[in-house]
């Protein structure tokens, strides 16, 4: 089985090399290419990649796969890992990219992945509701912080502010005390 992958690749590779075959055109640059997405989201996505990329190879592998099919609850058999792979794979290197990795998400947008497996994926690691969709509940949240910190801040500020008036009517208080003991001298 193996031998029939690597001769697949390498006999591909010689198809490239001899002009046959035209290599599948890689961007340069994801956020170009993967213009419905904005670039928060798609470093989102890239926050998701790198943390199933468990040896930072910057590809997922199978055993990366298998693992991260594990860890969303959706465990698949060997031939459903290599399918889910086969699916986005366009350089035929048997790993998952990052730019292949997007090609799942953008799959997904369209309606056109096939696998259920990668459908699991898209939709459990969908940023919309995670990161920048739920920006909402996070920029929520944070204010609700920024407000905790300015109520404490306005607390120290009042507390403060009310020491201060204090310590100004004790110094009235014994500056009034000082002219009336004056007078009895």
């Given at each position: 089985?193996?031998?029939?992958?690597?001769?697949?690749?390498?006999?591909?590779?010689?198809?490239?090399?001899?002009?046959?075959?035209?290599?599948?055109?890689?961007?340069?640059?994801?956020?170009?290419?993967?213009?419905?997405?904005?670039?928060?989201?798609?470093?989102?996505?890239?926050?998701?990649?790198?943390?199933?990329?468990?040896?930072?190879?910057?590809?997922?592998?199978?055993?990366?796969?298998?693992?991260?099919?594990?860890?969303?609850?959706?465990?698949?058999?060997?031939?459903?890992?290599?399918?889910?792979?086969?699916?986005?794979?366009e350089d035929?290197?048997?790993?998952?990219?990052?730019?292949?990795?997007?090609?799942?998400?953008?799959?997904?947008?369209?309606?056109?992945?096939?696998?259920?497996?990668?459908?699991?994926?898209?939709?459990?690691?969908?940023?919309?509701?995670?990161?920048?969709?739920?920006?909402?509940?996070?920029?929520?949240?944070?204010?609700?912080q920024q407000?905790?910190?300015?109520?404490?801040?306005?607390?120290?500020?009042?507390?403060?502010?009310?020491?201060?008036?204090?310590?100004?009517?004790?110094?009235?208080?014994?500056?009034?005390?000082?002219?009336?003991?004056?007078?009895?001298?």
């Amino acid at each position: 089985m193996a031998d029939s992958e690597l001769s697949a690749k390498l006999a591909r590779q010689q198809q490239v090399n001899e002009g046959e075959v035209k290599p599948v055109k890689v961007s340069q640059s994801v956020y170009a290419e993967f213009k419905e997405f904005s670039i928060q989201e798609i470093k989102e996505y890239r926050k998701v990649f790198q943390k199933y990329d468990v040896d930072r190879s910057n590809y997922i592998d199978l055993m990366e796969l298998k693992l991260m099919m594990e860890k969303l609850g959706e465990p698949q058999t060997h031939l459903g890992l290599k399918a889910m792979i086969k699916e986005v794979d366009e350089d035929n290197d048997g790993q998952i990219s990052f730019r292949e990795f997007m090609l799942i998400f953008k799959k997904a947008r369209d309606g056109t992945l096939t696998v259920a497996g990668l459908t699991k994926i898209a939709s459990v690691c969908d940023v919309s509701q995670e990161g920048v969709g739920g920006a909402k509940s996070f920029f929520e949240a944070k204010a609700k912080q920024q407000a905790d910190a300015a109520k404490f801040e306005n607390e120290i500020k009042s507390e403060q502010e009310k020491k201060r008036k204090e310590a100004e009517e004790a110094a009235e208080r014994k500056q009034a005390f000082k002219e009336k003991a004056s007078m009895w001298k």
